[in-house]
Nanobody
C-alpha cells in the first residue's frame, strides 16, 4: 500500500504565500508522477500542478507564474510553493501519485493513490 500525507495548509490573506508538502510511504516506484489537485464544493477536482521523476512539470493556466512544484525523488516528497495567492485558490488540496510513467494532471483517473487533503483558505 502507498500512503500520501499532506501538510502545510492554512489561512492566508490575498497576496500571501503558503507551502504545501506531501510525503509518500510504501511501495513507490523510482519512476512516478506526482501532482497536486484542488477541489471546492460543487466543482470537480482539478489538477493544479504535476511533477515527474524526469523533472517535467506542468501547471494549470490559473496558477502559472504563481505556483512552483518540485519533488525529491530520493525522499518521495512533493512540494507546492504557492505565491500571490488569490481567493479563487481556496479549496482542499490533494496530493496524488501514479507509479510509472504517463504524467498528465488533466487525467485524474490515471492517479492511483491519494492523500486525504489539506485545506487552503485565502481571504480577500
Amino acid at each position: 500500500a502507498i500512503n500520501l500525507a499532506e501538510s502545510g495548509g492554512g489561512s492566508v490573506q490575498d497576496g500571501g504565500s503558503l507551502t504545501l508538502s506531501c510525503a509518500g510511504t510504501g511501495y513507490i516506484y523510482s519512476t512516478r508522477c506526482m501532482a497536486w489537485f484542488r477541489q471546492v464544493p460543487g466543482k470537480e477536482r482539478e489538477g493544479v500542478a504535476s511533477w515527474d521523476t524526469l523533472g517535467k512539470t506542468d501547471y494549470a493556466d490559473s496558477v502559472k507564474g504563481r505556483f512552483v512544484v518540485y519533488g525529491d525523488p530520493t525522499r518521495n516528497t512533493l512540494t507546492l510553493q504557492m505565491n500571490n495567492l488569490k481567493s479563487e485558490d481556496t479549496g482542499t488540496y490533494y496530493c496524488a501519485l501514479r507509479n510509472g510513467g504517463f504524467c498528465y494532471r488533466s487525467i485524474i483517473g490515471s492517479f492511483e493513490f491519494w492523500g486525504h487533503g489539506t485545506q487552503v483558505v485565502v481571504a480577500s
